[in-house]
């Protein structure tokens, strides 16, 4: 019983890995970011799968685009982390784990407390993002972009579409989790 449980937990890790890669190429070009629908397959992961096993998957998903698989928006391999947008990836991760975490500490599976996790995942990437574009455009490329216009073109025009997202995620995360739950049971 317990080596079914382990399976289905990898499967799921597995699934929203390829989810949010998938995800990386369903975008609508907006210079300097893409609109992709990572973040919510990353942040669904964290309200589906919980703190340590969202984390894990989009922790997969981010090491093997850093492997050279091309599952990123623009490439792939090690040399990613330089690109201005690599701090959304990274942020995916801790978005995915502050997502699952809310929810959890929550114990509660309520719209509301979906809701709340979702965008708390999501204001954590992009902290991150936002944080790490700046930092890359500014000290590393030297491009000399002020706060606001990264604010502006990484953050603000996102809210609408990303906000969107976020409901979605919190209605899926909260009529699929009893069922993912009735199948924990089960096997």
Partial sequence: MRQNSKVRDISLMALFSALTAIGAFITIPIPPVPFTLQIFFAILAGALLGSKRGF???GVYVLLGLCGLPVFTKGAGLSYIFQPTFGYLAGFILGAWVCGKVIEVRKDYSFKTMLLGCFAGAGTDFAIGVV????????????GMSLWAVLYSTFLIFIPADAVL???AAY???R???ILKREQLIS
């Fill in 56 to 58: 894990i998957s989009v």
């Fill in 132 to 143: 790490y574009f700046y930092v890359i455009m500014n000290l590393y490329l030297g491009k």
């Fill in 166 to 168: 976020m409901v979605l």
């Fill in 172 to 174: 899926l995360g909260k």
């Fill in 176 to 178: 699929l989790t009893p």
